[in-house]
């Protein structure tokens, strides 16, 4: 994934250098500002007449601006417009997943460890791509077609070994389920295993078994990333102030 991501970036500068004269809003390829990106979204996924596909890495700026856009989609045209919203852990927003739910809408929504890469497209006929780590990301909107083929090309692939949100999260019937987020509170927490045992009443083999049971789980590579992630998807209540 790593070195598609490189050929990518490659791809997007060699067509910015190609396409950076031509100014009118026709232009095949047009560079952004870092305050232009997300009104840019905004106004791709307004436009949107049939499907809109994004991809969302740990930017949390271009995630709220993204996820305000959908909501206005969603409440606006949602029966007409198809989607699939693709996260990084900490990228998904639990309010956005129960409202879909909510409204009975079928948009697709799958997560996993994304690379620092950040795409909405929209009809398959243009796409906006924030490359890079916040704060020194390169964004562009982009009509060329061998770059809107490689982002698409790359989205599906990145796509089609996510989860689906709502069967990664499955953790059992009700009793499992609470015995899962009480350990989650524990990683949040910083609790040493011994402590977490004996408070659940369990032997420390058991809750180290759970515990790397639910990093499997969450595509976590560290348990404070587990905690992390579990508070970003609303799996655990907010700390005790």
């Excluded at 026709?26 to 996924?45: D, M, T």
């Excluded at 436009?47 to 596909?53: G, L, M, V």
């Excluded at 009509?143 to 599906?156: D, S």
Aim: charged letters at 25%; aromatic letters at 4%; one cysteine or more.
């Amino acid at each position: 994934m790593e070195q598609e991501l490189l050929e990518l970036r490659a791809l997007i500068e060699s067509a910015v250098v190609r396409h950076r004269r031509r100014l009118s809003r026709s232009a095949l390829v047009q560079e952004l500002g870092r305050e232009e990106v997300v009104p840019a979204i905004e106004s791709l996924i307004e436009d949107a007449s049939d499907i809109i596909e994004v991809a969302l890495s740990n930017d949390a700026e271009v995630a709220r601006g993204t996820y305000a856009a959908l909501r206005k989609t969603l409440q606006s045209r949602g029966g007409s417009i198809r989607a699939r919203l693709l996260c990084h852990p900490v990228s998904v927003d639990a309010d956005f997943v129960r409202e879909l739910t909510a409204a009975g809408q079928a948009w697709e929504i799958r997560t996993t460890q994304m690379p620092s890469l950040s795409t909405v497209i929209v009809d398959g006929s243009a796409t906006l791509v924030n490359v890079g780590p916040s704060g020194a990301s390169r964004a562009s909107v982009i009509r060329a077609a061998t770059v809107l083929q490689a982002v698409r090309r790359l989205y599906a692939n990145v796509w089609s070994n996510a989860t689906v949100l709502t069967e990664r999260f499955h953790f059992g019937d009700r009793p499992r389920a609470d015995t899962v987020r009480q350990v989650l509170e524990r990683l949040r927490d910083g609790v040493t295993d011994e402590v977490a045992a004996r408070e659940l009443g369990m032997s420390v083999r058991t809750y180290r078994r759970y515990v790397a049971e639910i990093m499997t789980l969450l595509g976590a590579e560290s348990r404070f990333q587990a905690g992390v992630y579990a508070a970003g998807l609303g799996l655990l209540p907010p700390p005790q102030g």
